[in-house]
């Protein structure tokens, strides 16, 4: 699923992880002794969320904020891992797909326990399964356990199998088991009866009630405050040396409301990592002493322009339908992709941590990445040659016009909260001025965004940022199919608009069902190349994952896959130092 | 000598001509962006150059951005550029360049960043002057028209009296009771939000014109209530003048006294006014530069860290401010001191 955000996808570390081991090394020897020394157990970290958590309840979390803190307190059979991007076995240890590929077979580990000592059995993974999929929850991930149309079924086989069965084979595979929190039929199996849990697990539930099998449980909730998870002493996941896990013994999160202030608490102590810093705040950490900075590198995250080319009633607004008719032509998107300066873009919005972007796949997910896309350099030049060939042209004071003699004009759309949007409007704003195209900036606030893309469909262009939540092609779904929510220049059509949008929706069903990765590639890597063909999306930068924590904490790995810093949490601990 | 009235005076003319000729001053466009000198700290004027010479004309270093370190840059006197006074500029338009006449500048390709320059490279100086005029002209015809507005609603309230003057001041205590800065948000919101910087900057003079007549109004409405009951305003319409001719004759001529050192106030008033409505994107838009939209780069804590020039608005603010709440003061009676 992608989110209209600003946010993320996962990284692949610039240097690779043994580079960036001898750095760390050659920095700070004493450290890398302790290290070597075993990790040191006890401690806790605190981290700052923008909001507190909407409920502890994992099936109904919609939200980041209340991911960040649930998903520590849950486990799912199999995991993605957030660094490599691969599938890794979590509560199941193994599974193997049918020769069809329509059933999995999942082995559950043994002497599984849940946070409060009682076992976690295949029972309570069949509960699971039927309350993601029971409609009166309304959870949110119900979706993504459809295939086909049909909820995938669920059963047990034996004490430690499930078998799980899906109406078509699914090219997805066992990714869909990511992130689908196992429960405790024991605690809410009488609430799910009753129809009631959807009421359960809410921010004022006792902490001892809140029960599951991730590295750690709740402690306390201060509401608006901190909560405070404490170690699960039943957790199942064991270190390298067979010693258990996680080393830390409390995990603090406290609600600061801007990233501004999470940086100044960050740096007088009061909070020891930070998942997300811009650009500016990564560049006054790197050159201070006490703290460990790291660039995960180009996140999931895409910025783009885009253009309404809504099929609406010209006589209700003919001004719009006007300015249509140059959104429309290809040669016209084209102009504008090529006078923008993406590599000022990169330079001035995120500080050279960022990456230029021709597609909507970034390096960061190298599976995807299509490296065949042509990725021309800025040219007003060819911009020009292109308006040309259109047939607009150039009044003696430099301003565009069109065939008619009507001058090319265009207001663009943006989020008013986003700073770098914003920058990017200007700079663009710059950039089509050169081209004889006046463009005016209206910032709103993101609700009236969506408002006018997906709804009035009142615009003439707009910047927007979509965050991948996983490496795969399949969370594009909504914004690539001309039926998608998010296929923002023409959403929700009832059939596509053009030949190449047609292409599109057929490809993107075709991977869906494909067999082998090489197959989903090809396909994918023609849509990429469709969008590059006609830019309905001009795609403009994605920043870099920037992270920083105190010097001390080891294992800080950051992942281009949210949660960036705490995806590895249990893994996390402090070196022995002075004073700590 | 110089009264310190006239002293002030002179401070006001000198700023308000310099800032009216904002366009000639700036040494660059203000939507000109040189990114590859974003962040460029202010130039250093110098008189003595690498070999202790001195230089009756200033002179400033080309500056070089570091290799390694974004948006810092280093000054190389191997080569300099004399300023100049009187020059030519070439700004891109479009396909086509536009020449302009400068007051003072440097030969390209070098610089002189007066007060540095924005994260998009753009002279902050430049910036500036032409912010203040924007926001300067804005408020001193909001401020016309919310007088314009306040002597007739407050003369008719006054010299009237009744069902009128009830009205008028109602409505009066009732605009004064709301927060005006609120009032003004929620009134620009509910606006057009897709305007050109003209379509703007017109808006928001209305906006403020309308917010700002209830002080005028009360003000005039006072003034007149308590003149219209003296001897000669009721020897005048004894003698069977109309409304219209005692307003003129008798008692509008009174205003001035009370209505200059409001209308002085009420200037850096609707500067602020302005400010804070661009501050929140809801001023004139980019690439016009208004004092609000300056500030709106300069809000986050690490851009202050790393270049404080961004702030010069504030100092504009701050010295508008001053200029025109001492303007007032020296305009009422008695010694300023002890105004001050």
Redesign the interface.
Known sequence: MSAPTGASRTSVVRAGSAALCLVVCLGAPAACRAEHAGPTRGGQIVVAERTPPSTFNPVLAADAQTHAVVDRLFADLIHINRRTLKTEPALASSWSVSKDGLEYTLKLRPDLKFSDGHPCTVDDVVFSFNVYLDESVHAPQRDLLLVGGKPIEVRKKDDTTIVVKMAEPYAVGERIFDSIAILPKHVLGEAFAKGALGRSWGVDAPPESIVGTGPFRLHENVPGQRIVLERNPHYWKEDGDGGSLPYLDRLVFVTVPSS?AE??RFKAGEIDMMSRL?A??F??LSSARGYQTIDAGPSLEYNFLFFNLNDLNATSNPALAKRQQWFRQDAFRHAVSAAI?RA?VV??VH??RGEPLWGPVTRGNAMWYNSALPRPARSLERA?ALLKGAGFS?R?????ADRDGTLVEF?ILLQ?TS?PRG?M???I??DL????IRV?????DTRAVLDRVQRTRDYDACILGLVDADADPNVGMPVWLSSGEQHFWNPSSAKPATPWEAEIDSLMRQQISARTFADRKKLFDRVQALLAEHEPMIFLASPDILSAARAGLANFKPAILPHYTLWNVEELYWRPAPGR | MITARRAVLLVVIAVHAIVLSAPWVAPYDP?E?Q?LL?FAPPSRLHVIDAQGRWHPRPFVCAIEPSAD???RYTENCSRTYGVRLFLRRTT?????TRRTLRLVGVDEPGAMFLLGTD??GRDVFSRVLIGARISLLMAIAAVTLSLALGVLLGSLAGYLGGTVDAMVSGATELVLALPWLYLLLAARAAMP????PTEAFVIIMVLLGAIGWARPARLVRAVVASARTNDYVTAARTAGASTAHVLRRHLLPQLPVVLVPLALQLVPQFVLGETTLSLF?LGV???APSWGTLLASAQ????L??AWWLLAPVAGLIGICVMYYTLARTLRPGPLVSRL
């Open positions: 501004d940086f100044l811009s500016e705040q560049a006054a300066d000022a330079a001035i500080r050279g020009r150039w003696k004071d430099g301003a565009l207001s008013a700073v920058q409007a200007t700079i704003q710059n001025a050169q081209l004889g005016t900036i209206v910032p709103l | 939507a962006q990114r974003a370190v974004p948006f891109a338009v479009g396909f086509t994260e998009f939000l897709s305007l050109t994107g838009p980019e690439p986050r804590p690490q851009v860290v790393d």
